[in-house]
């Protein structure tokens, strides 16, 4: 072999291991750009599917939130609803105090009064009643007017009893069924 066939033997060999370094160098670099294409696919998945289900967890949030926010509102409406109804009660058994049907209603109050009492009781009630509690009770009628819609209280002579027949107090140991009967 001549000089110049062991220099072109050389360059033919160096060339075939160039290009097969070259050739392992694409594959090389198309494998790593390849892996990376795929682990930015996985994490833009990852990240869209993340923010997907944040974004469905603060929805849920916000929706609950304004859910509660009606049902807040709704059981204020309803409140105020039922205040307005109470006031409108109080302001019908005034109106009832100054009625004609009030007297039968009063001395029914009274009955009821001496017969849980017994018959010796002490009598109080509005000013506005008076006289018709001073008819009904005699005696026993207390002239110290009580402050309240209607109604009496009455007492046992010794104080050791008392049971308070006012519409007040009536309304206030009632107030639930009222409010049930006004919803």
């Not at 050389?10 to 790593?32: F, K, P, V």
């Not at 967890?57 to 609950?64: D, N, S, T, V």
Request: hydrophobic fraction near 40%; aromatic fraction near 4%; avoid cysteine.
């Amino acid at each position: 072999m001549t000089l110049e066939s062991l220099v072109e033997e050389i360059r033919r060999r160096g060339q075939a291991e160039l290009d097969s370094i070259e050739r392992s160098r694409d594959a090389e670099t198309t494998r790593i750009a390849a892996d990376r294409d795929r682990r930015v696919a996985e994490i833009r998945t990852e990240s869209a599917r993340a923010t997907e289900g944040e974004a469905a967890r603060e929805r849920a949030q916000r929706l609950a939130a304004a859910k509660l926010r009606a049902r807040k509102l709704l059981y204020e409406a309803r409140e105020a609803r039922l205040q307005a109804a109470m006031v409108d009660t109080r302001a019908l058994l005034e109106r009832f105090a100054s009625s004609a049907a009030y007297a039968p209603a009063l001395k029914r109050m009274f009955a009821v009064a001496t017969e849980t009492l017994g018959k010796s009781v002490r009598v109080r009630g509005r000013s506005e009643d008076a006289p018709l509690l001073q008819k009904l009770a005699g005696k026993a009628f207390d002239p110290t007017p009580e402050p309240i819609l209607g109604g009496l209280v009455a007492e046992t002579v010794d104080g050791a009893r008392r049971l308070t027949l006012s519409f007040d107090e009536l309304l206030r140991l009632r107030e639930d069924q009222v409010r049930e009967l006004l919803a």
